[in-house]
């Protein structure tokens, strides 16, 4: 699966390509958003006096076809990937394959990472190299109805509150909780929050890719597989959990069911948006709560999912000096600040949720940047491709979850696609 290392090319050799009159012309392949990113590269462009010109190209919605046009590009070193905006968790992968490009300058590694809070920097290096520098970071809340919490007499912002405990209330009102369950990386990164919110790790040696020991057979994997088999055999289940993303469990949440949901911040700016449109009534705003990720158990904090996007220079790049300095304008506080406010996706450097304005626009600024500092990255391996399938497929849907039986099936299944034993 891994390709043979590819040698980095020299950081600072021969000029830009001069294709557009002198003007390094850089492409940047982005995940779907808003425009936020278009903005940035043009803004970007402007900045750089003339040195280069960013073009974007979108790749596909869902992570995982992202990663898979990026890969057969790379494959065939193709030098057009400039710039790519890349999923954490494939980092590792396109990185010990030889496909991005280290930043080894000191000077420009004390740029990319100064301010840069601790989750996403955990996800921007490889070999003890800086290979991916945070973009944005993003991290899981819980999105709670006001009414439903006081009628059931619970407090969800107070330390302890835990997903029996969000269950049961749940239960007890008649409501349904929203949750992202569909066999896809949304439901990967519900499972590994709550395999590490218990103290545990879907896989240890992570960095020994196909030697990495399965470990979710484990205390942690066991009462995972209680909450997602619970919730999917619950009243408080969706009809809908086996094939709900994100925008699923936002609507669950909005409607006259909703009670509690795990989501991405992205949903308050979305709810608002849907008031202005006449979708949902202003109540339906007014009675959104938040609170920090549930916990496994009372005396386990929770680890959030840690989510957002790094910035990657393609290692084929014919231009890598602009590359660089390009990508330090895209990463700056600034631009971080001014991609919260337009695209509603959280910043990776702490200085941002300082702004006035991002606090204005988030009143829960704070809870997520804490969040994003407790946060628990997805097992850090040049095979994360694989091992999310396996538990994507040994997992779902949820109401056939139970311990011990699907964490051992999920440890057995993984060690044999690792070892190439079974294909995916």
Known sequence: MVAALVAPIALYGCGGDGGNGGVATLTWYTNPDNGGQATLARQCSEASGGAYKIETQVLPNEADAQREQLVRRLAAQDSSIDLMSLDPPFVAEFANAGYLLPITDEADVATFTEGVLDGPLETAYWDGQLVAPPFWANTQLLWYRKSVAEAAGVDPTAPGFTWDQMIATAEDQGKRIGVQGRRYEGYMVWINALVVSGGGTILEHADRGADATPSMASPAGDAAADIVGRLGRSSAAPADIATAGEEEARSVFQSDNGSFMVNWPYVYNAAQESVAAGAIDQSVLDDIG???????????????????????????????????????????????????????????????????????????????????????????????????TSVQRTWHPARNVTSPDTPEAADEYMSEVLHGERLL
Request: some cysteine.
């Open 290 to 388: 938040w609170a920090p990720y549930p916990q496994v158990s009372t005396d386990e904090p929770s680890a959030p999912p840690l989510g957002g996007i790094d910035l990657a220079i393609g290692n084929f790049t014919k231009n890598p000096h602009e590359a660089v300095d390009a990508a330090k304008c895209i990463t700056s506080v600034e631009s971080n600040i001014q991609y919260m406010l337009e695209a509603g996706n959280p910043a990776a450097r702490s200085a941002a949720y300082d702004d006035p304005d991002v606090i204005a626009a988030y009143p829960m600024a704070t809870l997520i940047r804490d969040s994003i500092a407790h946060a628990g990255p997805r097992p850090i391996t040049p095979y994360y491709g694989d091992v999310s």
